[in-house]
T-cell receptor, first 112, second 113 residues
Framework: EDQVTQSPEALRLQEGESSSLNCSYT??????LFWYRQDPGKGPEFLFT???AGEEKEKERLKATLTKKESFLHITAPKPEDSATYLC?????????????FGRGTSLIVHP | NAGVTQTPKFQVLKTGQSMTLQCAQD?????MSWYRQDPGMGLRLIHY???????DQGEVPNGYNVSRSTTEDFPLRLLSAAPSQTSVYFC????????????FGPGTRLTVL
């Protein structure tokens, strides 16, 4: 059973068309929720960390929010260079180990 | 700072061969980890280390060994390669385990024939 579910799997937008990506999680005792961007053929690149419900972080056209069950990555007036796969990961205690759980990602394509 | 570096970028092996994927970081991070990324599966943790001399298993450790003799280096060894190990491998590091964002290397694309 997935602990982290991202939706949609794929999203196509026109340049300037705002939208949101969703990351829902079922872990308890959340220590942190992380958003990453991954370009084709490259490693994931860190975007945001959210630690508690109600927290928000912004960077350029991206804004991440967190509730007790899910996180949203809002993309405002996207540009073609925002095209990438966006990954969500959660960190929760699991018997004292440090194993983050990643979602499968949302592939975003922004058309000019 | 070079960040997290991985070598090689590409590798083709025959079934049964062994090899070591190299990973190094120059940020003095305590936590290092190895992931594999397969289509439709997301990133899965293979092994991790919370400091020099300390390693532990992740979700999918079978067929892989690691060691951490220095803070900087965290090599991943494939003992006897199998086609199921065809994947893209990423090494990552973070300041401490559990709370901080991870910095990922550029990846190694491995094909096992």
């Amino acid at each position: 059973e997935d602990q982290v579910t991202q939706s949609p799997e794929a999203l196509r937008l026109q340049e300037g068309e705002s939208s949101s990506l969703n990351c829902s999680y079922t872990v308890s005792g959340l220590r942190g929720l992380f958003w990453y961007r991954q370009d084709p053929g490259k490693g994931p690149e860190f975007l945001f960390t959210l630690y508690s419900a109600g927290e928000e972080k912004e960077k350029e056209r991206l804004k991440a929010t967190l509730t007790k069950k899910e996180s949203f990555l809002h993309i405002t007036a996207p540009k073609p260079e925002d095209s990438a796969t966006y990954l969500c990961a959660v960190q929760a205690p699991a018997g004292g180990s440090y194993i983050p759980t990643f979602g499968r990602g949302t592939s975003l394509i922004v058309h000019p | 700072n070079a960040g997290v570096t991985q070598t090689p970028k590409f590798q083709v092996l025959k079934t049964g061969q062994s090899m070591t994927l190299q990973c190094a970081q120059d940020m003095n991070h305590e936590y290092m980890s190895w992931y594999r990324q397969d289509p439709g599966m997301g990133l899965r943790l293979i092994h991790y280390s919370v400091g020099a001399g300390i390693t532990d298993q992740g979700e999918v450790p079978n067929g892989y060994n690691v060691s951490r003799s220095t803070t900087e280096d965290f090599p991943l060894r494939l003992l006897s390669a199998a086609p199921s190990q065809t994947s893209v491998y990423f090494c990552a590091s973070s300041y401490v385990a559990g709370y901080n964002e991870q910095f990922f290397g550029p990846g190694t694309r491995l094909t096992v024939l």
